[in-house]
């Protein structure tokens, strides 16, 4: 964090791992409540949504999402019911003093490759079927549509939109739909599949920033009775990150230049 904080040479490497990568993990950042947000601020600018400028990932008594409780959660996107989506998250581990809570990420590009190598027609239906996202609680009531693999204007993959208990497909042919379903099973499959999973333990002090839709999440489960775990977590979105990347970049090779 110091580094990275302090020297825009450093700054630089971080943004290149993450564009590399999809995601990357910051040591020493400072353990007090909000810090997140002035990180996040080295990067682009936070988004705030109806969970804030910035939410707590605790067990809490009332939850009104997951993340809020002890459960396991399998690999996922963010906010697929936005438009747009949140391009970048940012968790920041305060706490974590339980033997369970393993972070999970999954890097999509590697599955969605795999699933376009042994299923061309099922990637194809992912690709193109609309799906209708939704949320909503008492406040707040949020749908988009959109195809569950991500494509950009150019046709490079980007990632996947994927939260398997906030979709919903649209009526299409018998042999479309059994096809579909086939290849989003297989999908899912791979996505929960070892062979793709990074698992490990954020400590208090670390933070992962990570692109939301290249870089499914997740976590084991966890008993709130070994300790407390506490993460706060903020979105910015991607043209940020990718601005200040492009900027230093230029601003490196023409010191090499001259």
Same mark, same amino acid.
């Given at each position: 964090?110091? @580094?990275?904080?302090?020297?825009?040479?450093?700054?630089?490497?971080?943004?290149?791992?993450?564009?590399?990568?999809?995601?990357?993990?910051?040591?020493?950042?400072?353990?007090?409540?909000?810090?997140?947000?002035?990180?996040?601020?080295?990067?682009?600018?936070?988004?705030?949504?109806?969970?804030?400028?910035?939410?707590?990932?605790?067990?809490?008594?009332?939850?009104?999402?997951?993340?809020?409780?002890?459960?396991?959660?399998?690999?996922?996107?963010?906010?697929?019911?936005?438009?747009?989506?949140?391009?970048?998250?940012?968790?920041?581990?305060?706490?974590?003093?339980?033997?369970?809570?393993?972070?999970?990420?999954?890097? /999509?590009?590697?599955?969605?490759?795999?699933?376009?190598?042994?299923?061309?027609?099922?990637?194809?239906?992912?690709?193109?079927?609309?799906?209708?996202?939704?949320?909503?609680?008492?406040?707040?009531?949020?749908?988009?549509?959109?195809?569950?693999?991500?494509? @950009?204007? /150019?046709?490079?993959?980007?990632?996947?939109?994927?939260?398997?208990?906030?979709? @919903?497909?649209?009526?299409? /042919?018998?042999? @479309?739909?059994? /096809?579909?379903?086939?290849?989003?099973?297989?999908?899912?499959?791979?996505?929960?599949?070892?062979?793709?999973?990074?698992?490990?333990?954020?400590?208090?002090?670390?933070?992962?920033?990570?692109?939301?839709?290249?870089?499914?999440?997740?976590?084991?489960?966890?008993?709130?009775?070994?300790?407390?775990?506490?993460?706060?977590?903020?979105?910015?979105?991607?043209?940020?990150?990718?601005?200040?990347?492009?900027?230093?970049?230029?601003?490196?090779?023409?010191?090499?230049?001259?």
């Amino acid at each position: 964090y110091a @580094d990275v904080a302090a020297d825009r040479a450093a700054l630089g490497r971080w943004l290149a791992a993450v564009r590399r990568y999809g995601f990357a993990v910051m040591t020493g950042a400072p353990t007090e409540s909000g810090t997140l947000c002035k990180i996040a601020e080295l990067f682009g600018y936070v988004r705030e949504t109806n969970y804030g400028r910035w939410f707590e990932v605790r067990a809490e008594v009332n939850p009104n999402n997951l993340a809020y409780t002890n459960l396991g959660l399998q690999a996922h996107t963010d906010n697929p019911y936005r438009t747009p989506v949140p391009g970048i998250q940012l968790l920041h581990c305060l706490q974590n003093n339980t033997s369970g809570g393993l972070s999970t990420l999954v890097d /999509s590009l590697a599955v969605i490759e795999q699933v376009r190598l042994l299923d061309p027609q099922g990637f194809e239906l992912l690709c193109r079927v609309p799906v209708r996202f939704e949320y909503r609680d008492a406040s707040t009531h949020l749908v988009a549509v959109k195809p569950m693999i991500e494509v @950009d204007g /150019s046709g490079a993959l980007c990632g996947v939109h994927y939260s398997p208990r906030l979709d @919903d497909i649209a009526l299409m /042919s018998e042999a @479309d739909t059994r /096809s579909y379903h086939r290849a989003r099973k297989h999908l899912g499959q791979l996505l929960e599949s070892p062979a793709f999973e990074l698992r490990f333990k954020l400590e208090a002090g670390q933070l992962m920033m990570f692109d939301n839709n290249r870089i499914l999440h997740g976590r084991t489960a966890f008993d709130p009775a070994e300790g407390h775990r506490q993460l706060q977590g903020c979105y910015i979105d991607r043209d940020g990150p990718r601005s200040l990347y492009r900027v230093l970049h230029q601003r490196a090779e023409s010191q090499r230049a001259t």
